[in-house]
């Protein structure tokens, strides 16, 4: 056996959502022989990728069919997430700083008490339990969740270094910043879209994240002048879309859809939080509460991937409150399992997105 015939037997695996081979993707490194024995490393596009274990078996079955029958296969999976982030737009940026974020996921909804947060916070945490290295924003003047459903205590700040830079607080292997550490709710409501975006933009630029793979953005709800104002400033990689069953929920997803579509900023797919109710005590039954189905076929029409459904859990609710995502408090619960593969497909869409789009350009709005 060597390190040819093991190169060209690896040229026949499709990594299947990029729809080329592995050795063409630059994707197999450091291949060694000696033997019946053979090792080499499989740098995936990001930890969570769904496909993983498809990969690795794919990758062992050709070199057994193509090389050698006996051979021993130890592959090595890695990652090296990918990013097409095009400059940030506005005065005041420094070129550089987001160049260590790769990719920025906004999620967003038509409606609030959706579970936008939830959903934006389980995400986070998700990644960052596969290995990825991840931020959160909250943006979320109006109801920034992001201190309550991490713990952190009011009286906990941000602080500033001596570059004057603001560090996040880390918690659950999360780097966050929330507008709930800026402005106390009384003064949210003087706050205009200008005004919070710029300070997104701050958060961004003026922070000290490191090199991130994800930073996730949790909007404001709605798709009014405040999500327009910061999708249209921020180089979003794309967005997520959460929405309850409801047929009114629905419609407003529509909207969202619309709105990111304006401003050429990909959708990575719709999630349904809150599809169905499974009651403790009868582990079979699923109850729709809310219709069932309808984000199915919302994405279906809408032509996106649908990202995962949710069920309504207690404990989700509890565990947000007391400051531990559910991911983290309860991994082994059905909200915490379909968190993890919206965590999985969502990583997965940025990576499709990656090779596929070029960076989204962000739009400067001047204000007059
Ligand atoms: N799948 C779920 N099961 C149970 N409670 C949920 C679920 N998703 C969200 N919640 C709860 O619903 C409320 C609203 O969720 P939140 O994430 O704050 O919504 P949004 O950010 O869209 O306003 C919170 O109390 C949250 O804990
Ligand atoms: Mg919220």
Not at 134 to 147: E, F, H
Request: with cysteine; net charge negative; glycine share 10%.
């Amino acid at each position: 056996m060597t390190q040819e015939q093991v190169l060209d037997a690896l040229s026949n695996v499709i990594e299947p959502d990029l729809g080329k081979d592995l050795v063409t993707l630059g994707m197999v490194k450091d291949v060694k022989v000696s033997g019946h024995q053979v090792g080499f490393t499989v740098v995936l596009t990001t930890p969570a990728c769904p496909l993983k274990e498809q990969i690795r078996s794919a990758c062992v079955k050709a070199v057994h069919e193509l090389v050698d029958a006996d051979a021993e296969v130890t592959v090595n999976m890695t990652s090296n997430v990918t990013s097409r982030q095009g400059p940030a737009a506005g005065p005041g940026r420094q070129p550089g700083v987001l160049g260590e974020i790769k990719n920025i996921i906004a999620v967003a909804s038509g409606k609030g008490g959706v579970g936008k947060s939830t959903v934006a916070a389980n995400l986070a945490v998700a990644l960052a339990q596969e290995g990825a290295a991840v931020g959160l924003v909250d943006t979320d003047i109006y109801g920034p969740s992001v201190p309550l459903m991490f713990g952190i205590d009011p009286s906990e700040k941000p602080h500033v270094n001596e570059e004057r830079k603001i560090i996040p607080l880390e918690k659950h292997g999360v780097k966050l910043l929330s507008m709930g550490f800026l402005v106390d709710e009384t003064q949210a409501v003087v706050w205009r879209g200008p005004m919070v975006s710029s300070a997104v933009r701050q958060f961004l630029n003026d922070a000290e994240w490191g090199a991130l793979d994800y930073l996730v953005l949790d909007l404001p709800p709605g798709t009014g002048d405040i999500q327009l104002t910061i999708v249209q400033t921020v180089p979003l990689t794309g967005a997520v879309l959460v929405s309850t069953p409801q047929e009114v929920a629905l419609a407003d997803v529509r909207k969202g859809a619309a709105m990111f579509g304006n401003v050429n900023v990909p959708v990575l797919g719709v999630v349904e939080n809150m599809a169905y109710f499974t009651p403790p005590d009868l582990p079979d039954r699923k109850y729709y509460l809310f219709g069932e189905g309808g984000a199915r076929r919302l994405a279906e029409d809408l032509g996106l991937p649908l990202l995962g459904e949710v069920p309504i859990e207690q404990v989700t609710r509890e565990s947000g409150d007391r400051g531990t995502p559910i991911v983290a408090a309860q991994p082994e619960s059905a909200s915490a399992k379909a968190f993890r593969r919206i965590a999985e497909l969502t990583a997965q869409q940025v990576s499709i997105r990656n090779a596929d789009l070029p960076a989204t350009q962000p739009i400067e709005i001047l204000y007059r």
